[in-house]
């Protein structure tokens, strides 16, 4: 059997390529990232305990820069001014969430996120906003729990939504009450700083997946406020990140910086189709037609594919593209298929429109 698809659904390709050059751009940071919190002080005190409203943007941007604010001396040994933290990820993509408006409320019922109403607000209707709470909230208790934040475990509140509460923790106690598994897998990568880089990202990623399996258990009814094309978009997104972790994307700011590059800069809408949205760069349209792919091949075959690969040799010279492990030959492979494609100067040269059988 064979699928017909364009050349451009490779998407992995894609993004290597993207990774494999230099960026020029110095706004790799998060919106806003200068006026976000940087230490707990910042934050509101209440019977000693410091009181975050983690549904106001800037204060959920803010746990993450002092997150990062405090792991950045484990780090230094890879590279300097912490560019090579390797929880850059988190807030570089909660980022582009609120650049995009994605945390807005997608009901319309409220302003909450808008631009013409309170654009700092997060939205607990929002898909996106409440997946990343499990990528904000539980990396942040978890550190402090670990103890390299500095503070007491008992010293951390985090406001609850207008609704919804009790699907979502709020102080460490509670998180590790409701999830212990996933705390104690971002408590284990907290004290595991003395590894390498390599170890370092086997422990994010395990911590990163286990947050992303409970959040996807609770939140899937948000996505009928959504277009079809935006639902699609984030049913394909969630997917692709699990192809992310077994190769150990490393998520440091550069790398993930330009690797979102490649994704929507708006909500998608009715009329939304890849290759051919008029305002998307031609990057943009070949990540969003790739991602409808793996989604579809997903459907196809009704389990995700764990024998899918990118392989990789012959290098571009001095140049060793995602974290010095891949080069310039890819052959992208689902189960029995597979779409073999050469980049050479940073061009596709590619001769199958076809996935072949093997």
């Known amino acids: 059997m064979t699928f017909h698809l364009p050349w451009a659904c490779v998407i992995i390709g894609c993004i290597f390529v993207s990774l494999g050059r230099a960026s020029n751009t110095p706004d790799v940071y998060p919106p806003l990232w200068k006026e976000s919190p940087g230490q707990f002080s910042d934050y509101k005190v209440e019977d000693g305990k410091y009181i975050i409203n983690i549904w106001h943007y800037l204060e959920r941007l803010g746990t993450y820069k002092i997150l990062l604010n405090k792991t950045a001396k484990y780090f230094e040994k890879f590279a300097p001014e912490n560019e090579q933290n390797i929880l850059w990820g988190l807030p ?72 919804d509460q009790t699907n979502f923790c709020y102080n460490v106690s509670s998180c590790y009450s409701s999830f212990p598994e996933t705390m104690k897998k971002w408590n284990k990568f907290y004290q595991s700083y003395s590894s390498s880089f390599e170890d370092l990202l086997k422990y994010l990623w395990a911590a990163h997946m286990s947050s992303l399996k409970v959040a996807h258990k609770k939140f899937g009814n948000r996505l009928k406020f959504y277009s079809k094309q935006e639902a699609d978009f984030e049913r394909s997104w969630a997917l692709f990140v699990d192809y992310l972790a077994p190769p150990l994307f490393p998520t440091t ?17 009715d009329g939304d189709k890849a290759p051919l949205v008029s305002d998307f760069t031609s990057f943009q349209n070949t990540v969003l037609l790739g991602l409808n792919f793996l989604h579809k091949v997903h459907k ?24 010095g492990k891949f080069g310039n030959y890819y052959v992208i492979q689902f189960s029995r298929y597979s779409l073999p494609f050469l980049i ?6 590619y001769n199958f429109y076809s996935l072949k059988q093997n």
């Open 92 to 163: 570089v993509h909660h980022g582009w969430q609120y650049r995009t408006g994605r945390l807005a409320d997608p009901t319309q019922r409220t302003n909450c996120g808008h631009e013409s109403g309170d654009y700092l607000c997060i939205s607990v209707d929002s898909w996106w906003a409440d997946v990343n709470y499990y990528l904000s909230a539980m990396p942040f208790l978890a550190a402090v729990d670990s103890g390299i934040m500095g503070i007491s475990s008992d010293n951390i509140t985090f406001l609850p939504p207008s609704k």
């Open 253 to 269: 700011l550069i790398r993930t910086a330009e690797f979102q590059k490649g994704l929507p800069t708006r909500m998608l809408v």
């Open 300 to 323: 196809y075959t009704g389990k995700r594919q764990r024998n899918f690969y990118v392989f990789v040799n012959s290098a571009l010279e001095n140049k060793k593209l995602y974290n």
């Open 344 to 349: 050479e100067g940073g061009n596709f040269i």
